[in-house]
């Protein structure tokens, strides 16, 4: 016998001991929201990104369903994976399940006397270090019985992470554009796109850099990835039309690694300048870019469905009192 297909893995051990599969009170919301991932994505993979579980996982929890429904729900030889007409017909009772359970959860927590939640939310690394503590420290001091869970991605995953409900908000840049037109979202503040380079660098007689003088070096970017991907987003932004002529040397996640190639006299350096408040700059120079695209807009997303719920609320009131961090201007609340 041949063994799993790459694209669902051998599944986990878990308990498939006879049911009445007409018992709905036999099913997992967890089944449940792995078979919706699967449907929506078309594949175990894909799925696995949106529910941060293995794939061995999600497998499990299909194999489960199914069985405790009696019926297959996806047909495993189509690619993408698709939906069986059992499946098809069950995908709508699931959300609408997965719906009425979330509103009844939300019901349940909404009055703020004995607040007491669990909340999530979706960062990247400069907000979580330098502004979200701050908020942290206002939502505990006034809720002590609440829970923080963090989920750290890019600007991609983030939005999915709002979109599937595996964080309650998100902090994210306004640009890359959101394919999810639906959400909500407050912009808090703008920050410049800046040039970092070694002091001893030509450009730093220069107390602003064009396009021009960028276009001359290598360039090293943030963050990692392909063009369709998003990588290297605000440096292309930055440039503009001319990002097809730049010499983009290396794009990485992580603002230390940036700073250490710049040391390193492999390029100069093109990030936003909340990041650089996260690492050592000694050495180093920083100049504005003339460019009128050369800062972007930070805001925090939620879902519209969720608007109302207490733990959005209590989070949106601490996020307007705490402070905000260092090198950015203020943009008044939507």
């Known amino acids: 016998m041949s063994g799993p297909s790459a694209e669902e893995p051998a599944v986990e051990n878990i308990d498939l001991a006879p049911r009445d599969p007409r018992d709905a009170m036999s099913l997992q919301t967890a089944w449940l929201r792995s078979f919706l991932a699967v449907a929506d994505k078309g594949g175990f993979g894909a799925a696995t990104l949106v529910l941060h579980l293995s794939q061995s996982r999600v497998s499990a929890h299909i194999a489960a369903l199914e069985h405790a429904l009696g019926v297959t729900l996806f047909d495993r030889k189509a690619r993408p994976i698709c939906t069986t007409e059992a499946g098809e017909l069950f995908r709508g009772h699931a959300l609408n ?44 001091a006034k809720y002590p019985g609440i829970t923080i869970e963090l989920h750290e991605g890019t600007a991609s995953t983030l939005e999915e992470m ?70 290297g987003f605000d440096l292309r932004n930055t440039l503009g039309e001319n990002a097809a002529r730049a010499d983009i040397a290396y794009l990485t996640d992580q603002p230390t690694t940036l700073v250490a190639l710049v040391r390193s006299a492999f390029g100069i350096g093109i990030i936003n300048r909340l990041a650089l408040e996260t690492t050592s700059t000694e050495g180093l120079a920083t100049r504005i870019i003339d460019s009128p695209a050369a800062h972007r807009e930070v805001a925090l997303f939620w879902a519209r469905r969720r608007s109302d719920a207490a733990v959005v609320q209590a989070f949106l009131d601490a996020q307007q009192q705490a402070p905000l961090p260092p090198g950015v201007q203020p943009i008044d609340s939507q």
């Open 162 to 231: 709002v979109v599937s409900g595996a964080v309650d908000l998100a902090f994210r840049p306004l640009l890359p554009k959101m394919h999810e037109t639906t959400l909500c979202h407050r912009t808090i503040w703008r920050e410049n796109i800046v040039a970092v380079m070694r002091e001893q660098d030509l450009l730093t007689r220069k107390t602003s850099l064009s396009v021009a003088d960028i276009l001359e070096r290598p360039l090293i970017g943030n963050p990692a990835g392909s063009e369709e991907e998003g990588g």
């Open 97 to 140: 399940a997965l719906l009425e359970l979330q509103r009844g959860v939300e019901a349940a927590r909404s009055t703020l006397d004995n607040f007491v939640a669990h909340v999530k939310i979706g960062s990247y690394p400069s907000v979580s270090s330098t502004y979200l503590p701050s908020i942290l420290r206002t939502l505990t």
